[in-house]
């Protein structure tokens, strides 16, 4: 274990150069309830989390965040996926903003994308924080995914690395780059280029929807145990579908991965990922309905019958990321307030209430399964 790459800093936490790994969560309450967070927050910190993401969509966001602030010493990171131009209102109460490359484009289309970079770094700057550019698997820039299309981790890697070439042209290196999607081999391929493209960028791990244990760990674990002893990976987070009350689970699993690997403890599961694939988010401050973890449970153990046939069932928890991160599934629902949006790959079949959606999804799961 041991990093290369050079160090960054998030506060007073050093990330990169062969510094700890840090283990970061992010809270699954909505922003705006502010004790409840504050709570998710303590929670975090107290198994030992190193940084702790927050969403932040709207105006009001941002005003919970100043309370949230004055509250704790967190080091608290924002997370902006469509709503970058909060930036600026929400440095100050940060250490560190994660934009997404992939989700630039949607406001503000007079702009071009250098232009809306120089002006998150410009921010950072004035701050003093850090960044992340968390590239995401379901939302990919549309450019890089016609400039190397058919070739998906290509167009990661290369979004990634073009945009870190930019914060270097603007002369900022407190960044650290993530590259994430839901099979872990596809993790470990596009951080295995990447670091290889930029040896000296530290790089955030973590396998997106992972989704409900012990899943969600055994699919970390594939990808951590190649990536971690190969010096690639200076800070983590392990992504799991969990009740609120769970939360912390993320930190203590990060906590114990990491362990396992520097005592050389690994998992060997030769047969995971033949058979039925669940993957779910882990939900944020983004859902809008607190049933989603109930259904994502409630799906595991409906489609129990067909764990033997490989196929990928996709359980988002809101409009944002959802429509783009089922896309790949041969099965996905996501969340809305008051329905569930049923897909088959690519193709929208129809929304329906909370308590109709499982029929729904098991005829046409038997219906794949019969076609096999
Ligand atoms: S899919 Fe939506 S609810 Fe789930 S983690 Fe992503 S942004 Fe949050």
């Known amino acids: 274990m041991g990093s290369k790459t050079r160090k960054i800093q998030v506060r007073d936490l050093t990330i990169g150069g062969g510094a700890p790994i840090a283990v970061q969560s992010m809270c699954a309450t909505h922003t705006q309830d502010i004790d409840a967070t504050l709570k998710q927050i303590a929670d975090l910190e107290a198994k030992g989390a190193d940084l702790i993401r927050i969403a932040i969509d709207n105006a009001k966001d941002v005003e919970a965040l100043k309370q949230i602030r004055k509250a704790t010493k967190?080091?608290?990171?924002?997370?902006?996926?469509?709503?970058?131009?909060?930036?600026?209102?929400?440095?100050?109460?940060?250490?560190?903003?994660?934009?997404?490359?992939?989700?630039?484009?949607?406001?503000?289309?007079?702009?071009?994308?250098?232009?809306?970079?120089?002006?998150?770094?410009?921010?950072?700057?004035?701050?003093?924080?850090?960044?992340?550019?968390?590239?995401?698997?379901?939302?990919?820039?549309?450019?890089?995914?016609?400039?190397?299309?058919?070739n998906h981790?290509?167009?990661?890697?290369?979004?990634?690395?073009?945009?870190?070439?930019?914060?270097?042209?603007?002369?900022?290196?407190?960044?650290?780059?993530?590259?994430?999607?839901?099979?872990?081999?596809?993790?470990?391929?596009?951080?295995?280029?990447?670091?290889?493209?930029?040896?000296?960028?530290?790089?955030?791990?973590?396998?997106?929807?992972?989704?409900?244990?012990?899943?969600?760990?055994?699919?970390?674990?594939?990808?951590?145990?190649?990536?971690?002893?190969?010096?690639?990976?200076d800070t983590i987070r392990v992504s799991l579908t969990l009740p609120n009350s769970e939360k912390h689970q993320e930190i203590t699993w990060g906590h114990k991965i990491i362990d396992d690997i520097k005592e050389g403890r690994f998992v060997s599961v030769p047969d995971f990922g033949k058979g039925l694939n669940i993957i779910s988010c882990p939900s944020c401050s983004r859902v809008e309905n607190g049933d989603f973890v109930k259904l994502a449970m409630e799906v595991k153990e409906m489609t129990a019958y067909a764990k033997d046939n490989k196929l990928t069932i996709a359980v988002m928890g809101c409009r944002v990321n959802g429509p783009g991160e089922t896309d790949d599934a041969d099965l996905g629902l996501w969340c809305g307030p008051n329905t569930v949006t049923v897909k088959r790959k690519s193709e929208t079949l129809g929304s329906f209430r909370y308590n109709e959606v499982l029929p729904i999804l098991k005829k046409e799961l038997d219906q794949l399964v019969l076609a096999r």
Not at 185 to 192: A, D, G, L, P, Y
Request: with cysteine.
């Open 74 to 150: 967190a080091r608290l990171v924002v997370d902006l996926q469509e709503n970058f131009p909060l930036a600026e209102s929400v440095a100050p109460y940060v250490d560190k903003i994660r934009y997404n490359p992939g989700h630039l484009h949607h406001l503000d289309k007079s702009k071009s994308i250098q232009e809306k970079v120089a002006w998150i770094v410009s921010i950072a700057k004035t701050h003093g924080i850090a960044l992340r550019i968390g590239v995401n698997c379901g939302s990919v820039a549309p450019e890089f995914l016609e400039r190397y299309a058919g």
């Open 153 to 233: 981790v290509k167009a990661i890697v290369e979004s990634a690395a073009w945009h870190c070439e930019l914060l270097d042209q603007m002369h900022f290196t407190n960044y650290v780059v993530s590259l994430k999607d839901s099979d872990p081999q596809k993790v470990v391929i596009c951080n295995k280029e990447f670091s290889i493209r930029r040896p000296d960028v530290p790089i955030h791990l973590g396998v997106t929807e992972a989704g409900l244990l012990p899943d969600g760990v055994i699919k970390t674990r594939i990808a951590f145990e190649q990536l971690i002893p190969a010096g690639i990976g």
